[in-house]
T-cell receptor
Framework: ETGVTQTPRHLVMGMTNKKSLKCEQHLGHNAMYWYKQSAKKPLELMFVYSLEERVENNSVPSRFSPECPNSSHLFLHLHTLQPEDSALYLC????????????FGSGTQLSVL | AQTVTQSQPEMSVQEAETVTLSCTYDTSESDYYLFWYKQPPSRQMILVIRQEAYKQQNATENRFSVNFQKAAKSFSLKISDSQLGDAAMYFCAYRSTGTASKLTFGTGTRLQVTL
């Protein structure tokens, strides 16, 4: 049990589809994060939520839309993606925004056709 | 902006041997955190070891230890008595101490462990 659970594990979608990635943490943490992991590139921070409020958006295209309904759940809504958006999307959480210890989920491997 | 460089895309070590993974970083700050994360085939990133820059003593976690050279901005990971389960991608990461800071990752080193 990792404490951070992501679903689905794999997702294949067409460029016109709408899908959502889900992340759930059972650690009582107040901060949650979305990262994008592409081959041979460093992990890229996409969004940060602290106490359900978005505190950071790193110039992510609007076709990615995050949602944090409560401190335990985080979603990433996907719409009209491009093939270059294919990547591993990792969710993470930490005790709070200032805490440097992140706990990661196992990611959703996304393929956009 | 901070950058993290891992110059070894792949490394290989025999079981029970020792291997060192390299990491360098660039920063103008004096206080920060450095991390090594492991990503096995299960894809979950797992924190291996953490170093606070103001601490001169190198961090150690069982078979994992670091060689932190602040002046050289170097942060290498040593894995002793390597085991098959150590095979994974290893990422070096940097984080400043500010409340709005974020983790900056390197591109990773793939470690193979052979019999």
């Amino acid at each position: 049990e990792t404490g951070v659970t992501q679903t689905p594990r794999h997702l294949v979608m067409g460029m016109t589809n709408k899908k959502s990635l889900k992340c759930e943490q059972h650690l009582g943490h107040n901060a949650m994060y979305w990262y994008k992991q592409s081959a041979k590139k460093p992990l890229e921070l996409m969004f940060v939520y602290s106490l359900e409020e978005r505190v950071e958006n790193n110039s992510v295209p609007s076709r990615f839309s995050p949602e944090c309904p409560n401190s335990s759940h985080l979603f990433l809504h996907l719409h009209t993606l491009q093939p270059e958006d294919s990547a591993l999307y990792l969710c993470a959480s930490s005790r709070d925004r200032t805490n440097e210890k992140l706990f990661f989920g196992s990611g959703t491997q996304l393929s956009v056709l | 902006a901070q950058t993290v460089t891992q110059s070894q895309p792949e490394m290989s070590v025999q079981e029970a041997e020792t291997v060192t993974l390299s990491c360098t970083y660039d920063t103008s700050e004096s206080d920060y955190y450095l991390f090594w994360y492991k990503q096995p085939p299960s894809r979950q990133m797992i924190l291996v070891i953490r170093q606070e820059a103001y601490k001169q003593q190198n961090a150690t976690e069982n078979r994992f230890s670091v060689n932190f050279q602040k002046a050289a901005k170097s942060f290498s990971l040593k894995i002793s008595d390597s085991q098959l389960g150590d095979a994974a991608m290893y990422f070096c990461a940097y984080r400043s101490t500010g409340t709005a800071s974020k983790l900056t990752f390197g591109t990773g080193t793939r470690l193979q462990v052979t019999l």
